[in-house]
């Protein structure tokens, strides 16, 4: 089943931030997160597993609530390049039956 | 390290014709899914391998797609025949296996449009 993502796009200024939402029906063990941008593959950004272990990027951080099945990724003083199509994907334990959430299109403008 | 290739990168068909695309997986990456990604939409999963077994195709249509993987690297997907609603997309992506779920590396894709 394939997770909820909110808000379904966001338009930022340069240094704002935003949140991103991604929320499943069943339980979570990893939660995935990746940007696409126009044309290009999506890019890996974090995953956070079951426990709290966390991989990821520098600038960007995320919460894994494993009770609510719901994670967050939050963009701090956000920059131009931080623009693209963010995506959100669970797994089973075993990184298995593997779904994307819709996506969620965020802007950034100077 | 090199990453994921995958070819052709544009390819016209004909509804009803077939297809093939072509995926070599990051070196020593076990697991390889194929995804589909329709125009402004999250990819969607068509297929996972653990090196030359298939662990999930639950969403891949049997009646026309197709994919091997021979000897646990390359990896290629068929369609065949082709309809309009298979223009997309094909991403194909490798991940380490494992017990905990690790980052995918996503080729450039193979965009399909089907006439």
């Known amino acids: 089943q394939q997770p909820v993502q909110s808000p379904q796009a966001v338009i930022l200024r340069e240094g704002e931030d935003a949140v991103i939402n991604c929320s499943s029906s069943?339980?979570?063990?990893?939660v995935h997160w990746y940007r696409q941008k126009h044309g290009e593959a999506p890019v890996f950004l974090m995953i956070l597993l079951k426990g709290g272990e966390q991989k990821g990027h520098e600038k960007i951080s995320a919460s894994f609530n494993e009770k609510k099945q719901q994670s967050s990724l939050y963009l701090t003083a956000s920059q131009l390049s931080y623009s693209g199509t963010y995506f959100c994907g669970v797994g089973n334990n075993y990184g298995q039956n593997f779904v994307f959430g819709p996506g969620t299109r965020l802007s950034v403008l100077p | 390290e090199a990453g994921v290739a995958q070819s052709p990168r544009y390819k016209i068909i004909e509804k009803r014709q077939s297809v093939a695309f072509w995926c070599n997986p990051i070196?020593?990456?076990?697991?390889l899914y194929w995804y589909q990604q329709i125009l402004g939409q999250g990819p969607k999963l068509l297929i996972q391998?653990?090196?030359?077994?298939?662990?999930?195709d639950s969403q891949l249509p049997k009646d026309r797609f197709s994919a091997e993987r021979l000897k646990g690297v390359d990896s290629t997907l068929k369609i065949q025949p082709a309809k309009l609603e298979d223009s997309a997309v094909y991403l194909c992506a490798s991940s380490k296996p494992g017990r905990s779920s690790h980052e995918q590396f996503f080729g450039p894709g193979t965009r399909l449009t089907v006439l």
């Open positions: 391998f653990q090196n030359n077994g298939v662990v999930d």
């Open positions: 070196s020593g990456h076990a697991t």
């Open positions: 069943k339980a979570l063990y990893s």
